[in-house]
């Protein structure tokens, strides 16, 4: 397999415009973390952490495990990047408000995010197997949290330094191209062939008790 | 005579162990994918997941770091003396599930359904949750603590009640179905481990799918011939959809499909599904009725 580029943050026009779907890269720079609470909060009641989003610009769809030192000090025990497909209710959203070019998750994102990456020159990227101890220690420094005491450890907004953090693979380019969308639609055109194997009769529909 | 704090030290250790060990069952079916995999992506999904397990078990990390919902399945013997009485079980596994929060092997994930509010502890009105049978005849406890990640659960559940009329077609359209949309972008982690209920009342249904999927070892079939063939006929067919390890392009979307039936009415035909994600995380204590504890990965 070909070397593995690594993508300084925020990643600029250019890095997104030359990587292609399915191609497998690390990050290092500044990120920030967030999932459910940061999407609804920032559209909803317009909150979300008050940082820099053009030097902060990567979004890692996470809840991470903290610990927090005997000295006061943040660590890392486990981040494992969590399902972004259910924050696609307020994802295009977030995309454009904080003008994002890289989000970072689990799964995929649907039509309407893939639109807003578009817009604004923007790319998903999903994880590979579970690897949650691996991207521990490419966590190397914890810079700040906002909205701990009202969130919890789970859902508030860490500010991680990331060096090699990764590897994810492109799941959404910047055209607007979806690397499962295309799996899903291979997937669906095997089930008639299955369900034939299965001896499910062609047209089979369940019986219907509710008025159409 | 089993004393409360041996209870909570058994209750505690398997759900630490549960949370940072991979069950040798599951490594074993899943070092087996790996060598059928064959796409670029299907094969670094795998080796990445292993590995990640290893690390884990190292250096005392967490298989994944959504441990998702604190469960407890508890077995008794007909002999069994708890000291405080079974009454003690609950607050023994808040206690446990509150310590293991508190040492980061679990993560703080239970929040109140409407407000939305975390207490930071895994504890609240439900969880964790514990399930006592008696179906033992000696003076033993056995605990299986199974942290279950959000993934499997919130895209891995699928209840449908269908009659009499709509058949075995209909169980087995409802399930392939099912597979293919909890699989899509890998949403429950795949492979994965499905669970298949069928009969009882709604609520047995679904666990009867839920305990298909976490309490089964890989490879072991149901002892009902007609179950057994179902299982087969899903597995062999949900290796035809082309997905596999985390939606990749490949062959093992699922690692098992394990089917439990119960009779029921006459006029119903309930199915519910229920995946375990590809970690499959239990792990078991064992309590004598001397109070010695005993751990293990393996089930029987």
């Known amino acids: 397999m070909a070397e593995i580029r690594d993508i300084k943050l925020p990643m600029t026009e250019e890095d997104v415009k030359s990587l292609k779907?399915?191609?497998?890269i690390t990050v290092s720079g500044l990120l920030f973390t967030g999932r459910s609470r940061l999407h609804i909060r920032a559209i909803e009641d317009n909150i979300y952490p008050p940082i820099d989003y053009e030097k902060i610009n990567c979004f890692f769809h996470v809840g991470p495990v903290m610990r927090q030192e005997e000295d006061g000090e943040w660590k890392v025990v486990s981040c494992e990047p969590t399902s972004s497909i259910r924050f696609e209710r307020y994802g295009a959203d977030v995309v454009r408000k904080f003008k994002l070019r890289t989000l970072i998750g689990k799964t995929t994102m649907g039509p309407a995010t893939a639109q807003a990456l578009?817009?604004?020159?923007?790319?998903y990227l999903s994880k590979i197997g579970l690897s949650g101890n691996a991207l521990k220690d490419q966590v190397k420094k914890v810079h700040d949290v906002y909205f701990l005491d009202e969130l919890g450890k789970t859902e508030c907004t860490w500010i991680y330094e990331v060096d090699h953090f990764g590897p994810f693979f492109v799941a959404m380019d910047s055209e607007g191209n979806n690397y499962f969308e295309d799996l899903a639609k291979e997937a669906e055109s095997k089930m008639p062939e299955i369900e034939k194997d299965l001896g499910i009769p062609a047209g089979y529909d369940y019986t219907e008790v509710n008025a159409k | 005579m089993i004393r409360r704090e041996t209870i909570?030290?058994?209750?505690?250790?398997?759900i630490r162990l549960g949370a940072t060990k991979m069950p040798p069952d599951i490594r074993r079916a899943l070092q087996n994918a790996l060598k059928e995999e064959t796409d670029p992506m299907a094969v670094k999904h795998l080796e990445v997941s292993l590995q990640n397990a290893d690390m884990s078990e190292k250096g005392n990390g967490l298989v994944c770091a959504d441990t998702g919902f604190p469960m407890y399945f508890i077995h008794a013997g007909a002999k069994t003396q708890l000291e405080g009485g079974f009454g003690i079980l609950k607050e023994c596994a808040e206690e446990a599930t509150a310590r293991a929060t508190a040492e980061c092997f679990l993560r703080p994930t239970m929040v109140h359904p409407l407000t939305r509010k975390n207490p930071g502890n895994n504890v609240g009105p439900g969880m964790p949750k514990i399930e006592v049978v008696f179906d033992r005849d000696d003076d033993s406890l056995e605990i299986l603590a199974a942290p279950k990640g959000g993934g499997s659960e919130i895209f891995g559940t699928f209840y449908r009640m269908m009659f009499p009329a709509d058949g075995e077609a209909g169980i087995k359209k409802f399930v392939i179905e099912c597979i293919k949309d909890a699989c899509y972008a890998g949403k429950v982690c795949p492979?994965?481990?499905?669970?298949?209920?069928?009969?009882?009342?709604a609520d047995l249904c679904m666990s009867m799918a839920k305990k298909a999927a976490l309490l089964r070892p890989i490879g072991k079939k149901h002892t009902d011939p007609e179950a057994a063939r179902l299982e087969k006929e899903l597995y062999e067919a949900s290796r035809k959809l082309g997905i596999g390890p985390m939606g990749s392009r490949g062959i093992n979307a699922v690692l098992a499909v394990n089917v439990d039936v119960a009779v029921t009415h006459t006029a119903a035909l309930p199915v519910a599904v229920n995946a375990q994600c590809m970690v499959g995380r239990r792990w078991i204590a064992k309590i004598d009725g001397n109070g010695n504890i005993?751990?293990?990965?393996?089930?029987?």
């Not at chain 1, 578009?118 to 790319?123: F, N």
């Not at chain 2, 909570?8 to 398997?14: F, I, L, Q, S």
């Not at chain 2, 492979?191 to 009342?201: E, F, K, L, Q, R």
């Open chain 1, 21 to 24: 779907l399915g191609e497998m």
């Open chain 1, 118 to 123: 578009k817009e604004v020159g923007g790319i």
């Open chain 2, 8 to 14: 909570v030290e058994a209750m505690y250790n398997a």
């Open chain 2, 191 to 201: 492979p994965a481990i499905i669970g298949v209920g069928i009969g009882g009342t």
């Open chain 2, 294 to 300: 005993d751990y293990t990965g393996e089930m029987e």
